[in-house]
Nanobody, 124 residues
Framework: QVQLVESGGGLVQAGGSLRLSCAASGRTFSAYGVGWFRQAPGKEREFVAS????????YYTDSVKGRFTISINNAKNMVYLQMNSLKPEDTAVYYC?????????????????WGQGTQVTVSS
């Protein structure tokens, strides 16, 4: 079992930056791949980025490439999402999720564990 807790959300102006954190508990977390998803009001949840457990291979949705960076610190059981050049359309609740296969190959990976989410609001 893995428990995930997101933090770092908030209100920021367009063009600003935020860093989201995903803290994990569970002594086997280093074997999990992790993804970030977001859900805006009235919209379906969408994939944002993911990172594999060991090789550190990353995947991004096209709308955030070049602006967002996902990283992992296995020693601290933390995954981060650095978000730069934020836009109003990035406003959403952001969730992290863990894939026990370790691969986290994008949106279709089997993410079995989810956090509660953290709100990101970007004002224009």
């Amino acid at each position: 079992q893995v428990q995930l807790v997101e933090s770092g959300g908030g209100l920021v102006q367009a063009g600003g930056s935020l860093r989201l954190s995903c803290a994990a508990s569970g002594r086997t977390f280093s074997a999990y791949g992790v993804g970030w998803f977001r859900q805006a009001p009235g919209k379906e949840r969408e994939f944002v980025a993911s990172i594999s457990a060991t090789a550190g291979k990353t995947y991004y949705t096209d709308s955030v490439k070049g602006r967002f960076t996902i990283s992992i610190n296995n020693a601290k059981n933390m995954v981060y999402l650095q978000m730069n050049s934020l836009k109003p359309e990035d406003t959403a609740v952001y969730y992290c999720a863990a894939d026990p296969t370790g691969w986290a190959r994008g949106a279709r990976a089997p993410y079995d564990y989810w956090g509660q989410g953290t709100q990101v609001t970007v004002s224009s």
